[in-house]
């Protein structure tokens, strides 16, 4: 098994790519949210213009923001990881940000 900053290094991680949830409550949700969705642009598409299609573009405009979206929480969350990480080995070490711990 290749160490984790190989696999990083050599571009075989791609965490946002790579997700998805295994929640049984998650399927549940995203089918009926998708569900009515589906019903909402048959509805849009019955309309005196059709308004469906213009619908859809400005939901695909929404969800062009996502990626940046998730880029930033998954570096935010690496970063308090690493955070806790220094802190962790700091305790270990007896040094604290008030000064040596009372061990």
Known sequence: MK???SELYEGNIFPAEQYSS???EYR???QKHYK?????IKTLSK???PLDKQFIKILDEQLDVIPYEF????????????RVMIDIFQGDLGVRENGP???
């Open 71 to 82: 880029s930033e929480m998954f570096t935010d969350g690496f970063r308090l990881g690493a």
């Open 36 to 40: 009515h969705y589906e019903d909402f």
């Open 3 to 5: 160490s984790i900053l």
């Open 28 to 30: 549940q949700i995203y």
């Open 47 to 49: 309309l005196e213009p």
């Open 101 to 103: 711990s009372d061990k």
């Open 22 to 24: 295994k929640s049984e």
